[in-house]
């Protein structure tokens, strides 16, 4: 059997398809060259190093890009090619450590996560992606740009001032943001926001109030992250996330519907970059309610996987624990840590991350 470049993997077969492991039999998404080898013109797959060892294959020893240490490389997440650089990491701190000390180097981070269709799971994501981010470690403030308030309810949280007061009182971010857990802040909304639509129409630069207001004392310094949970519709309230965060997350439910909201917010996107001269691009795709049990769920994976290519994440399945947590007013990670969401929620906040 010969090596093959990771380049190479990633044109004969699309890193996103789960493959089984030839000695263990563990379902996987292979990242790494030496999870593939071909011998007489066949493909086998390799979950880790360890299992391509008991066939004959070699590994070598590694340094760790981290704390130094020295070790035999056994899973796929210890090695990385970071800015064309391999790196090497002995454990899973040692990797986290280092994605978070790479993502602090590069300053805030704004996040809008945005679909112009309703029940995609939008306020879900907006919420446990946050979570998700702040269990890694990274400071985040999660701002609630809808009228209905869903991130606040679904927290138990109510802040004495909120989006409103952001974006039409003057009020910093420091004054409107409510600690919730370790590393994350939220500003909440109500049906005080929809009154903003009103007053936005005739300020002026309407569109890039929002960034005006956290550049003000006390905005987003303080934070590695700032996520924006907007609206289905399109509003100057959303406009002004778009314009503010230029980058947006995409939740697209796995139904027969879901292009249709895709194609909204292509367009959303072409227009502000060509009418508002506004670099704003999709950084990630996020397929919610994936049942796997269903012949749909996995054509509109496949559907996403062709379009979107590596923009697209790893889907999160459906879950009736994601549905109970605002109940109990938890995050998915505090409500079920355990179960396949939270396993779901954290590998596409570490995708995330490494694009």
């Not at 138990?156 to 004054?175: I, Q």
């Amino acid at each position: 059997m010969g090596y093959i470049s990771l380049r190479e993997v990633a044109l004969e077969a699309n890193i996103s398809d789960r493959q089984r492991c030839y000695v263990c039999g563990k379902h996987f998404v292979p990242r790494f060259s030496f999870q593939r080898k071909t011998k007489a013109g066949r493909p086998y797959y390799f979950c880790s190093q360890e299992c391509l060892l008991k066939v004959g294959g070699k590994a070598g020893s590694a340094t760790c890009s981290v704390c130094g240490k020295g070790f035999v490389p056994a899973y796929a997440y210890q090695q990385a090619i970071v800015d064309g650089e391999t790196r090497h990491y002995c454990s899973e701190a040692c990797a986290d450590s280092y994605r978070v000390e790479m993502v602090k180097k590069r300053g805030v981070r704004r996040v809008a996560v945005v679909n112009q269709k309703g029940g995609t799971g939008k306020t879900t994501t907006a919420i446990n992606f946050s979570a998700g981010l702040a269990a890694r470690g990274l400071r985040v403030l999660l701002i609630d740009m809808d009228a209905q308030g869903n991130v606040g309810i679904s927290l138990g949280l109510h802040g004495e001032k909120g989006t409103y007061h952001l974006l039409m009182d003057a009020c910093s971010a420091a004054d409107c943001a409510v600690p919730i857990r370790d590393n994350l802040d939220i500003i909440t909304s109500n049906a005080s926001l929809a009154a903003a639509e009103i007053s936005l129409a005739t300020a002026e630069n309407r569109e890039r109030v929002l960034k005006t207001a956290l550049a003000r004392a006390g905005g987003e310094e303080r934070y590695d992250y700032v996520v924006l949970d907007c609206p289905p519709s399109l509003s100057l309230v959303n406009q002004n996330a778009l314009v503010y965060a230029r980058r947006i997350l995409v939740p697209v439910s796995c139904d027969f519907l879901a292009m249709v909201g895709v194609k909204q917010i292509l367009r959303t996107v072409s227009n502000m970059n060509s009418i508002m001269g506004e670099e704003v691009s999709i950084q990630g795709v996020l397929p919610t309610f994936y049942d796997k049990r269903t012949r749909l769920s996995d054509e509109v994976l496949e559907n996403l996987k062709d379009y979107f290519k590596d923009k697209l994440l790893p889907p999160i399945r459906i879950s009736t624990r994601l549905k109970e947590a605002p109940i109990h007013k938890k995050t998915i990670f505090e409500y079920d840590p355990n179960g396949h969401a939270a396993a779901d929620y954290l590998a596409m906040v570490d995708r995330f991350l490494a694009s």
